[in-house]
């Protein structure tokens, strides 16, 4: 089974690097194809606790060969920090591989996020603030800096020459910041080159070829279906694909080379930020989800809005991303009610909808329509087979997976590694 590719369902956060953790020991290479550090994946392995932001999750298995793809975006500063603190604790980081056409995050692209959003006031997106959004925009405008760039003194010199004459106006006479020089980032980026070099290559002839090998890769999306850029509740998404297409584009391999589509939902929903969240409790159920789902933020700290699971989401994550299986996460937070809302649908202006709708405003306006199903008491985080669910909890399981589109193959009853059910055999 050599490419299967992990997203994302809902707004992010669902429990992805625990699912490709769980895959880890089945597979050669994990690519992380999209993203950078706005991402925050906490893994929690023999009672330790590791949180990522920038490094794929394959990162902690020994046997993995980790892969940083061209779809990423890279804050060297923040890559070189993440390395020694996982080097200090005895993990060997030795085999990561970075894209030499992964674009980096420049420091006046974090200044930039960070200022647009105060400019913003009222519309901002909230986002982490790690200047993801910019950067992902130099690359489409063409004035990015990539990570073969640091090896060519005079192209990176010329390319910073070229951003910063945009920028610089942008900073001072808009923002009425400071104008950067282009020694100062052209110093600070060269600091990084020696370091690098080792890591640095043409990540997609080496996936194609161990594909061919036979190899089995898994590609790790960060964000998920509803931040994606083209798939998400625009403009309140991050700026890079984090649906399944992404993993095609960010790594550089067909999409021949798929073989599974693996989706991680929460049993639940939560989402960091602004947007529209049709299903979010602003009441005491929310608050309880909050506590009990530990729902703060891996990156930024800040509280995570929570809401019922909505079947319109993952029936979309289901379709956008040809979802051959789900992991579904934290099923043992939602032990203890007495009944458990599930929407299956909305109301839009007087109508009953079953389908996400196409048109931004009607999910603003949207109103979820639920069905309540009966909830159980038992502690569920021992159970390690389908059957020591308690009957209702194997019943929510069962309706959710004839609402959402694609079979549950894997359960999560806890953050442990081996805390779960295994109901289907991905890989
Ligand atoms: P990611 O960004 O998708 O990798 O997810 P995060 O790491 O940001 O958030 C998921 C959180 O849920 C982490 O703290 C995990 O340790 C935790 N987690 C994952 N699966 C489960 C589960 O099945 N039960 C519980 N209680 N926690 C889980
Ligand atoms: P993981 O991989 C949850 C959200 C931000 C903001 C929007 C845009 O841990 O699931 P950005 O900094 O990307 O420009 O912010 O996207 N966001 C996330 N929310 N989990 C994430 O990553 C996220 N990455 C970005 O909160 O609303
Ligand atoms: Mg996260």
Redesign the pocket.
């Known amino acids: 089974m050599p490419g299967i590719v992990l997203v ?1 369902a809902q707004w ?9 953790d769980l895959l880890g020991p089945r597979v050669d290479y994990v690519v992380k194809f999209n993203g950078g550090n706005n ?6 392995i023999g009672g330790q ?1 590791y ?2 932001h920038l490094l794929p ?1 394959g990162i902690l298995t020994p046997e993995v060969t980790p892969v940083i793809g061209n779809g990423v975006v890279v804050d060297l500063e923040v890559l070189f920090a993440e390395l020694r603190a996982l080097e200090a604790r005895g993990v060997d980081v030795s085999r990561l591989l970075v894209s030499s056409n992964a674009h980096l995050i420049p420091s006046y692209n974090r200044t930039l996020d960070k200022v647009t959003e105060r400019f913003l006031g009222k519309r901002q997106i909230g986002t982490t603030g790690r200047g993801i959004g910019p950067t992902y925009a130099d690359k489409m405008t063409r004035v990015g800096l990539r990570v073969q760039d640091l090896f060519d003194p005079g192209i990176l010199r010329q390319k910073v020459e070229g951003a910063l004459m945009q920028k610089n106006h942008l900073l001072v006479k808009v923002y009425n910041r400071r104008a950067v020089s282009v020694d100062q980032v052209v110093d600070e980026l060269e600091s990084y080159a020696d370091r690098i070099r080792p890591m640095m290559a043409d990540t997609a002839l080496i996936l194609n070829q161990a594909l061919d090998r036979g190899a089995t890769v898994l590609f790790e999306g ?3 279906t509803m931040l994606d850029v083209d798939h998400g509740t625009y403009p309140f998404v991050t700026s890079s694909n984090a649906t399944a297409g992404g993993a095609c584009t960010g790594s550089g391999v067909g999409p021949r080379r798929i073989d599974r589509v693996v989706a ?1 939902v ?2 639940y929903a939560t989402r960091v930020g602004a947007g529209p969240f049709v299903t979010e409790l602003h009441d005491a159920a929310g608050e309880r989800l909050r506590e ?4 703060y ?3 930024t700290g800040r509280p995570r809005r929570c809401g019922w699971y909505d079947a319109l989401v993952a029936r979309y994550a289901a379709r956008i991303n040809g979802v051959t299986d789900f992991v ?6 939602l032990t203890g009610w007495d009944r458990i809302p599930v929407c299956v649908a909305y109301d839009v202006g007087g109508s009953t909808v079953t389908e996400l709708p196409a048109s931004q405003t009607d999910i603003h306006h949207a109103h979820p329509l639920y069905e309540y199903l009966p909830g159980w008491d038992q502690d569920i ?1 021992d159970a390690r087979s389908f059957g020591d669910l308690p009957p209702n909890a194997q019943a929510y399981v069962r309706a959710i997976e004839e609402l959402s589109g694609a079979r549950i193959s894997v ?5 442990g590694r081996d ?2 059910i295994q109901r289907h055999i991905i890989v």
């Open positions: 994302g992010g956060d669902e429990g992805k690097g625990k699912a490709t991402a925050g994946h906490t893994v929690v606790i949180a990522l999750s960060g964000q998920a991680v929460k049993a009990l789902g530990h729902e933020g891996v990156t579904l996460t934290k099923l043992d937070v985080s359960i999560g009853v806890g953050a805390a779960i």
